[in-house]
Structures are given as C-alpha cells and as structure tokens.
C-alpha cells in the first residue's frame, strides 16, 4: 500500500484502511482535493461486506449492524469481519459453524465471543462445546488407572453438569481443577490402588513440592474431589483434610 497522496509505501503493520503516510500528506490532499472539487474517496470497508459469498456478506452485515447497536469499536468491528472471513469463507452456504471450529479458527486479534454472537443471531452456530468437554473427560480420565478413573470421572461430570447438591460450574473450572489434581493422581497411582486409599500424609507430600497459584488450584481442586469423593461414593471415608 502506498500513500495516495505522495506514493511513499505506508509502513508494514498499517491498518487496512489508511490512506495517507502522515497527516501532512493527509492535509495536503484534502487541500488539493477540495481546490479541484474533486469529490472525497469513498471510505474504505472491510472486503467481507462486499463478498461473492452471500452468507459473509450478510453476516458482515449483520456484525456492523451489531456493532452499531452495542457500542463496539470499529476495530472490534473489523476483527469480527475478519473471524467470520475464516469460519464462513469456504463453508457451505447455509451450513451451521461449530462453536469448537470458531474458536480453534478464527485469528489471534479476533474475539471468539463477538464473532459466536453473530453467528447465533443468524442461526449458524452450533454450540457442540458441551460434547466437546464430555470427550474430553473421557479421554482424560480413561489416562488414569482403575482405581481413580471412574470417581474422578463422576466428579468432573458433576462439575460440569451440577446435581441436586451443587450448581454447575464453567467448563473453565473442570480444566483448571483437573490440571491441578491430575500430576498428583498420577504419582499416586504409582503406589496407591484406589482413590480411597489417599492418606492426609500423601496429599500434604504432593502438594509440598507447589506454590503461588500452582498450590492454590491443587488444593481447591483436592478440596473439591474429597468433598464430592465423600458426600458421594465413599459414604464410610473419613475425610481427607486439605489444608493450606
């Protein structure tokens, strides 16, 4: 791109839409422009509102109408344009997008959450993100032996989904307290059968060699999976005390 005024090359990294390398040569031919009556330019916009793809066109569409309505920023606007650009460009027109393929796609300086609102305000989102998590708990789970599989399994369930004595929680957290507790079950594996056979010795052992938000996300997640461990499956267990 080059300055439309003296054509000196605009520096890498410009934005889409700049027209001039600084705001002399800006001033200078809004000058000369108007002296000529040579009407102004016409604005630049974002290629997606004028695609052969009629479905990005109307969604680009729609992500400016958005835009407008909500109060976005034209750059969250033009990053909106851009995510919808990669998820829409070669699917099938009509097709719904899943919520996993927005989120593995879409470009870095993108918002997954503005280009999903989009999308669902036109019907082409197909929030599998649910299906997602539960397979990723099974395959998780099916790493570790026997003896803890299945009780860790339940739990991270009842996290996700909530029972009669807990609200669900984000699938955020079931990542989070399964990374926590995860390299612990692992070494505990190694000498311990079961989950129920994890002493107070055993927990402050695995949790010695932690600090700063590494220990507090063990020892929440532990609290979490002995409170569920005992309330749920293991009636008889006394239980396992986490302290900090």
């Known amino acids: 791109m080059t300055c439309v005024h003296c054509g000196k090359p605009l520096p890498e990294g410009s934005r889409r839409d700049r ?35 009629h479905v990005l066109r109307s969604a680009a569409a729609h992500a400016k109408q958005l835009g407008e309505a909500n109060g976005w920023s034209p750059s969250l606007v033009r990053c909106a344009m851009d995510g919808l650009t990669v998820v829409l460009g070669e ?8 919520l996993t393929e927005v989120r593995a796609r879409i470009p870095r300086h993108a918002s997954s959450l503005r280009v999903a609102e989009v999308l669902t305000e ?48 984000s699938r955020t957290c079931a990542y989070v307290y399964f990374g926590g507790v995860r390299p612990l079950l692992e070494n505990w594996a190694t000498t311990r059968g079961h989950l129920r056979e994890i002493t107070v010795t055993d927990v402050m052992a695995g949790l010695s060699p932690l600090c700063g938000w590494q220990r507090r996300n063990a020892i929440a997640a532990l609290r979490s999976l002995f409170r569920f461990a005992k309330k749920r499956c293991w009636r008889w267990f006394s239980s396992v005390r986490v302290s900090r």
């Open 122 to 169: 036109l019907e082409l989102l197909e929030d599998d993100s649910v299906l997602a998590v539960r397979s990723w708990i099974e395959n998780r789970t099916a790493e570790l032996p026997a003896g803890f599989a299945s009780d860790v399994r339940a739990w991270l369930l009842v996290l996700l989904d909530g029972d009669s004595r807990a609200k669900p929680r």
């Open 19 to 53: 027209a001039y390398c600084d705001n002399k040569c800006r001033g200078l031919g809004s000058y000369y422009r108007r002296k000529a009556g040579v009407p102004p330019p016409p604005r630049w916009q974002h290629p997606a509102l004028t695609s052969d793809n």
């Open 91 to 98: 699917c099938p027109p009509g097709k719904p997008v899943k």
